[in-house]
């Protein structure tokens, strides 16, 4: 039995469990806390956000400068699991433990080569979807045809950035009196360094479109609380409520010698 982390962040988890031959991958979840670094997404038109008293300038081609804080004018972009060296049609089946790791699942069941079973409980399943359409419907309505990659070749412009966020960071929270974002300096000083030694910055990608969050959802089983689901190699799969939120589950994998998993809250 051997498991692998495919995350770089613990808040955002995605792991893989071979067990019997089996590949289990555990959690999907999406790291969406790039989205600091994007200039906000004008929906609706607004005049009040063109006027020089909202103090937004588009001062470069890449870039919106509001009030003093440049923030990259390009369409938002995430961090997906660390899926790319994966051989996708190896992935047996899908645990989501709960609608928060759910995010990152359309990268996963979309890819050509996935062949495997989604298992989620009724809840998990429903507002993962509410979940997934608020990050694409918004997306959809939004035209900023520039990508984030042709960023990276003007290494000046991404340091100067990483500096002005850093700044404006440590400005904010000096005013609030609460410590510094961790998340997104770490993400600053990745984007200020060259795109070649920091290998997490190939794994932003756009978010994907409503078909594929609706393709996703029919690639999903849902599975009842204590309900025992045979599986391949053997396995018999269980999902226990864990008291977290709303659907969410604990999952237990047996055989005749092998148990992975806690149905103990």
């Known amino acids: ?47 009040q956000c063109q006027s020089d008293s909202f103090s937004i300038k588009n001062v470069q081609k890449d870039f919106l ?25 190896m992935i047996d089946v899908v645990l989501i433990s709960n609608f928060n790791y759910i995010l990152g699942l359309p990268y996963v069941t979309e890819h050509p080569d996935f062949r495997g079973v989604v298992y989620a409980t009724e809840p998990t399943t429903q507002f993962g ?16 045809p520039r990508s984030l990659k042709s960023l990276f070749s003007k290494s000046s412009q991404i ?30 000083n990745n984007i200020s360094n060259n795109n070649k030694e920091f290998p997490s910055l190939r794994r932003w990608r756009k978010m994907y479109s409503s078909s594929d969050v609706l393709s996703c959802l029919r690639k999903m089983e849902v599975i009842a ?17 864990s008291g977290f939120c709303i659907g969410s589950c604990n999952w237990t994998i047996s055989s005749p010698y092998h148990k992975a998993g806690n149905s103990k809250i």
Do not use: W
């Open 1 to 47: 039995m051997r498991i692998h982390n495919l995350s770089t962040n613990p808040n955002f988890p995605c792991s893989l469990l071979n067990v019997n031959n089996v590949t289990v991958m555990l959690d999907c979840a999406l790291d969406v806390s790039t989205l600091s670094l994007f200039a906000p997404l004008d929906v609706i038109p607004s005049q």
């Open 225 to 241: 609380y204590n309900e025992a689901k045979e599986i391949p190699g053997g396995l018999i799969l269980q999902a226990f409520s």
């Open 65 to 89: 400068d509001v009030f003093s804080v440049k923030y990259i004018n390009t369409t938002p972009e995430f961090i997906i699991p660390n899926i790319e060296l994966l051989d996708v049609s």
């Open 159 to 188: 340091s100067e950035l990483a500096s002005l966020r850093r700044t404006a960071l440590a400005t904010n929270n000096n005013n609030n009196g609460s410590s510094s974002n961790n998340t997104a300096t770490t993400i600053t």
């Open 129 to 144: 979807k509410l979940l997934m359409e608020e990050y694409t419907k918004p997306l959809e309505k939004v035209n900023r």
